[in-house]
């Protein structure tokens, strides 16, 4: 039997973005998004192009989806975490590596926020597969 790392990428990624981004969401003000009941779904889907590889974060709302990070992994010193700031709902940002054919094997990159999101399975994306 086969056992997938990427609930553990997915796991790991999600706690340390907790850890270092979510210690402000406890004492956010009410509706902000965050701790006022509302959620955010935010999809990542893959916006590789030309010689990069990339991950397009879109906010499918209904709330703004606050203090987004992305994580790759495998990143060249464990799961590097890129801040793409507040997400409004509708809007997309992209987070691009140029490095990703250095790693010779798959690269996943996920995104977190400190806003709810009840759908976390489909924040990520596999941006880099070796050739």
């Known amino acids: 039997m086969r ?42 889907s893959n916006g590789s192009e030309g010689l990069s590889c990339a991950l397009n974060v879109t906010n499918n709302g209904p709330a703004t989806a606050r203090n987004v990070t992305v994580f790759t992994n495998p990143g060249l010193f464990g799961p590097r975490p890129v801040s793409l700031g507040d997400i409004a709902p509708g809007q997309s940002k992209k987070k691009l590596q140029i490095d990703c054919g250095i790693f010779g094997r798959q690269l996943y990159q996920y995104a977190v926020s400190t806003t709810p999101d009840l759908n976390p399975g489909n924040n990520g994306a596999v941006v880099y597969t070796p050739g």
Do not use: E, H, K, N
Not at 3 to 11: A, H, P
């Open 3 to 44: 056992i997938s790392t990427r609930f553990s990428v997915v796991f790991a990624a999600t706690i340390v973005a907790l850890g270092t981004i979510g210690a402000g969401a406890a004492v956010a003000a009410p509706g902000t998004g965050s701790t006022s009941g509302f959620t955010a779904d935010l999809v990542g």
